[in-house]
């Protein structure tokens, strides 16, 4: 991939990864309960999805719950699996007919076999769909994605069929939650808060960061055309200086 190819034609980021911050305080803000602001956010996910799709990005992941999300209030985590699960059951039909492709990623053993078998057959069904990529992040975190990967490393040393000398970043990265999809290029984060929150460490070390103060909830188009806009304005060196990257010596 050359340095001014590297997003199709259109210079659009190939994969999004956003942080859905803010569901609790945009509800907090209307005197709500927090549910209602979860399920406000489920609608900005549709509207974010459906933009995403027709601006042809490859891949758009979404933080649903992050592995520390289980330390909130029974009643909400109850809330946020019923919201999943109402959901999956309502919109895998229609991403289907729309060709996106749905994955998951994140420790799935922590949910409900219902869910799991739900998760499963969305998988399944859509598996074959060649447009947007859409994979939903649930008791996902970075540190947990190392984890994983590096177990599967070590029983492959310990079956002989790898020696320490093997282990280099190409081959760690293989083990890790899509690996088979272009690494985020746009990472976005919602809510005001400017943290990473364990979402993807490893596969954002050369994401653009991109942070806005609009609770997920409110986050729509415009929003997300503003954030691409703000990539787009940007140089991305990977290390080189930019000068290389304008003469477009270099491969990235
Ligand atoms: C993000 O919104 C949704 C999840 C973590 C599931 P929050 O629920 O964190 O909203 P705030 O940060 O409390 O406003
Ligand atoms: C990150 O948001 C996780 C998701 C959006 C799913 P949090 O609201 O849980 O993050 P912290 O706790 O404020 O860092
Ligand atoms: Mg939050």
Not at 124 to 143: F, I, Q, S
Request: hydrophobic share 40%.
């Amino acid at each position: 991939m050359s340095a001014d190819d590297s997003n199709k034609d259109n210079n659009n980021p190939r994969h999004i990864a956003i942080i859905m911050d803010g569901n609790g305080r945009w509800a907090q803000k209307r005197h709500m309960p927090r549910t209602i602001g979860h399920q406000a956010g489920v609608k900005a996910v549709r509207k974010i999805v459906e933009h995403c799709a027709r601006q042809e990005i490859e891949v758009l992941t979404l933080f649903a719950f992050s592995s520390e999300n289980w330390r909130r209030p029974e009643d909400e985590v109850s809330t946020l699996m019923s919201l999943f699960m109402a959901t999956l059951q309502r919109e895998v039909s229609k991403l289907h007919r729309n060709g996106i492709r749905l994955r998951f990623i994140g420790d799935r053993a922590a949910f409900s076999d219902n869910l799991q078998d739900k998760i499963a057959e969305g998988e399944a069904l859509t598996c074959e769909n060649k447009g947007l990529t859409l994979v939903v992040a649930a008791n996902y975190g970075g540190r947990w994605d190392i984890c994983q990967a590096l177990r599967k490393v070590a029983e492959k040393m310990l079956a002989g069929e790898l020696k320490n000398y093997e282990i280099d970043e190409k081959l760690i990265t293989q083990y890790l939650s899509i690996a088979d999809l272009p690494e985020p290029d746009l990472f976005i984060r919602t809510g005001g808060e400017q943290r990473v929150s364990n979402f993807l460490l490893w596969q954002l070390a050369y994401a653009e960061l991109y942070f806005t103060a609009t609770l997920w909830p409110d986050f729509d188009q415009n929003s997300l055309d503003e954030a691409i806009k703000s990539f787009k304005s940007r140089q991305r060196r990977f290390g080189y200086t930019g000068e290389q990257v304008l003469g477009k010596s270099i491969t990235l």
